[in-house]
């Protein structure tokens, strides 16, 4: 991640210097994650009307000089609370990614991208509650002077849960798993097998990513 310094609030979050102690000890957990090589993190400025302190991370997968895929994760707090969230605290990501077009076009794409997500949660040990989220899959053609490019389909998945274990920085290293699934990378590790409580998400083939750099 990059070297931001400063009070461990600020680190790319909402400059806030009054942050609760429980908050520094969350924001200081998620800075200390080092994910896998192909993910690079980047701090970034975190929205300010969502709550009244968060704290976010940009971040992309690369393989060979490619970039393969991207995300925001963002963690909120209100020490008040919020109905929707059942606690004081919630994560936002999004991730996009590019993907092959025979399997952009698969049926139970959204299905899958979401148990993506719940999969690598579960991987991870990250505990969690109320989630929810979108999956999109946006194809783009091109034309006149880009018509040389080929069409191209990217998934993005957008997502919030409140994490319900006080371990954040299993649930950034989920997220950037995730991200690498999403990017047609596989998981960092197998997922555990279910307890009676917990779905069996296990043994999702990621999709594979178009291996090239990405358009913006």
Same mark, same amino acid.
């Given at each position: 991640? %990059?070297?931001?310094?400063?009070?461990?609030?600020?680190?790319?979050?909402?400059?806030? #210097?009054?942050?609760?102690?429980?908050?520094?000890? =969350?924001?200081?957990?998620?800075?200390?994650?080092?994910?896998?090589?192909?993910?690079?993190?980047?701090?970034?400025?975190? @929205?300010?009307?969502? %709550?009244?302190?968060?704290? $976010?991370?940009? %971040?992309?997968?690369?393989?060979? *000089?490619?970039?393969?895929?991207?995300?925001?994760?963002?963690?909120?707090? &209100? +020490? %008040?609370?919020?109905?929707?969230?059942?606690?004081?605290?919630?994560?936002?990501?999004?991730?996009?990614?590019?993907?092959?077009?025979?399997? $952009?076009? &698969?049926?139970?794409? !959204?299905?899958?991208?979401?148990?993506?997500?719940? &999969? $690598?949660?579960?991987?991870?040990?990250?505990?969690? =509650? #109320?989630? *929810?989220?979108?999956?999109?899959?946006?194809?783009?053609?091109?034309?006149?002077?880009?018509?040389?490019?080929?069409?191209?389909? #990217?998934?993005?998945?957008?997502?919030?849960?409140?994490?319900?274990? !006080?371990?954040?920085?299993?649930?950034?290293?989920?997220?950037?798993?995730?991200?690498?699934?999403?990017?047609?990378?596989? @998981?960092?590790?197998?997922?555990?097998?279910?307890?009676? &409580?917990?779905?069996?998400?296990?043994?999702?083939?990621?999709? @594979?990513?178009?291996?090239? +750099?990405?358009?913006?």
């Amino acid at each position: 991640m %990059a070297s931001v310094g400063g009070n461990p609030a600020q680190r790319g979050g909402t400059g806030k #210097e009054s942050a609760p102690d429980g908050f520094r000890s =969350a924001v200081e957990a998620l800075v200390a994650v080092r994910p896998r090589p192909e993910v690079v993190f980047a701090a970034t400025p975190a @929205p300010r009307r969502l %709550a009244p302190y968060s704290w $976010a991370v940009t %971040a992309t997968v690369e393989v060979d *000089g490619e970039e393969l895929a991207d995300g925001r994760f963002v963690l909120l707090h &209100d +020490p %008040a609370g919020q109905e929707a969230w059942h606690g004081e605290y919630r994560v936002v990501t999004m991730v996009r990614a590019e993907l092959e077009p025979e399997i $952009a076009g &698969d049926q139970m794409l !959204g299905e899958v991208g979401w148990s993506w997500l719940l &999969d $690598a949660l579960q991987t991870h040990g990250a505990g969690y =509650a #109320e989630p *929810g989220g979108t999956v999109t899959r946006c194809a783009s053609h091109y034309f006149g002077a880009l018509a040389d490019r080929g069409a191209s389909t #990217e998934i993005e998945l957008r997502a919030s849960w409140t994490p319900a274990d !006080g371990r954040f920085e299993r649930h950034l290293t989920a997220w950037a798993d995730l991200l690498c699934v999403c990017a047609g990378l596989p @998981p960092t590790a197998p997922a555990p097998l279910p307890s009676a &409580d917990a779905p069996s998400l296990g043994g999702v083939v990621p999709m @594979p990513a178009r291996r090239r +750099p990405r358009s913006h």
